[in-house]
């Protein structure tokens, strides 16, 4: 066997030993998920009423009242964001992310109700246009 050959395989052993254990570094370091703690989804509710009262859109909500809106909330942040599903009416149950400012205390809403909602806008879009599988 010659010395170039054997050569090549200690490369491609050693390529291959080192790709392994980079791989199986990155997997055991990754980053843990987020969690959404309570304060945090407070300040997005407070967020939500803030922008049903800014936009004068608490006449829908007459039967109900703004206080009494009920939101699911993703547990994990995903892409810095908080992702919420609750009906904004009258646009009807939208899916939208929510940034936190933790230093000021607030959240801020992705979207705008005076543009509304539309299905390109991917932090802010009712669900109808989602998967079933997006939205549970």
Known sequence: MSRR???SRWVVSFLLVAFASRYALSESTAAPRK???QPQI???LTAIEDEI???NLEKA???LGPDKISICVKPHFENGMIWVIYKLLPFGELMRGAVI????????????PDVGFPPT???????LY???DAVR
């Open 121 to 127: 806008n991917g932090s802010a879009m009712p669900t």
């Open 61 to 63: 909500y007459v039967d």
């Open 130 to 132: 989602l998967d079933d």
């Open 101 to 112: 400012n933790e230093g000021r205390g607030v959240a801020i809403l992705s979207g705008d």
């Open 53 to 55: 009262y800014t936009h």
């Open 35 to 37: 969690i959404v703690t």
């Open 5 to 7: 050959a054997v050569d």
């Open 42 to 44: 407070q300040l997005v």
